[in-house]
């Protein structure tokens, strides 16, 4: 069965580094998100990409964030400066189409120190 | 905006008890409505759903009623297994919206 794969599973990192955290979705999917859940919190979503292009952001998801979908296969989030806030566990999701149901992967947990 | 609230955890349950997990949302329009379930080292997987009032969403034995009247989507299940240890969560997708509300989770543990 097609899964959503992200990589690595654990990164600890600086304050201040840059970090590029990596997901491939399902093959065949179109949109595609990042979430993410600080320890002890809810999930929270932090962008949709769609058509190679952001269809909406949040809040959280400021100019020390972006993501890319590179070579048609990876999707990343890339997180510039990382502050200790940034810790959390980031979800990626996929979805073939508007109304279909979104397909998660294990997450990677960042660690900032 | 958009909200989900549901029950703190952790559930500590004995094996074949009746799990309940209360699940309220705000929201305007009418939201698709989803529970998921996080095993041990695994990410989020789709447990069920229900996309308009009065449906009703089941799988693996557990169930969930889209109740307008009450905002809510509480998860029921009559006999729970060791095997049903996990994070439950409750999520809403707005009528216009793409992205999923989450509630906090609830953690749920079966001894045997």
């Known amino acids: 069965e097609p899964e959503v794969t992200q990589t690595p599973s654990h990164q600890v990192t600086q304050m201040g580094q840059e970090v590029i955290l990596r997901c491939v979705p399902i093959s065949n999917h179109l949109y595609f998100y990042w979430y993410r859940q600080i320890l002890g919190q809810k999930v929270e979503f932090l962008v949709s990409f769609y058509n190679n292009e952001i269809s909406e952001k949040s809040e959280i998801f400021d100019d020390q964030f972006s993501v890319e979908r590179p070579d048609g296969s990876n999707f990343t989030l890339k997180i510039r400066s990382t502050k200790l806030e940034d810790s959390a566990m980031y979800f990626c999701?996929?979805?073939?189409?508007?109304?279909?149901?979104?397909?998660f992967g294990p997450g990677t947990r960042l660690t900032v120190l | 905006g958009n909200s989900v609230t549901q029950m703190e955890g952790p559930v500590t349950l004995s094996e074949e008890a009746f799990l309940t997990i209360n699940c309220t949302y705000t929201?305007?329009?009418?939201?698709?409505l989803f529970w998921y379930v996080q095993y041990p080292g695994e990410g989020l997987q789709l447990l069920l759903k229900a996309t308009k009032a009065d449906d009703k969403g089941s799988n693996k034995g557990f169930e969930a009623t889209y109740r307008k009247e009450t905002t809510s989507f509480h998860l029921e299940k009559g006999s729970v297994q060791v095997s049903d240890s996990a994070v439950y969560f409750c999520?809403?997708?707005?009528?216009?919206?793409?992205?999923?509300?989450f509630g906090g989770g609830t953690r749920v543990l079966v001894k045997p």
């Open positions: 999701a996929s979805k073939l189409a508007a109304n279909n149901e979104q397909f």
């Open positions: 999520a809403l997708r707005a009528a216009a919206g793409n992205k999923l509300t």
């Open positions: 929201a305007t329009g009418y939201p698709s």
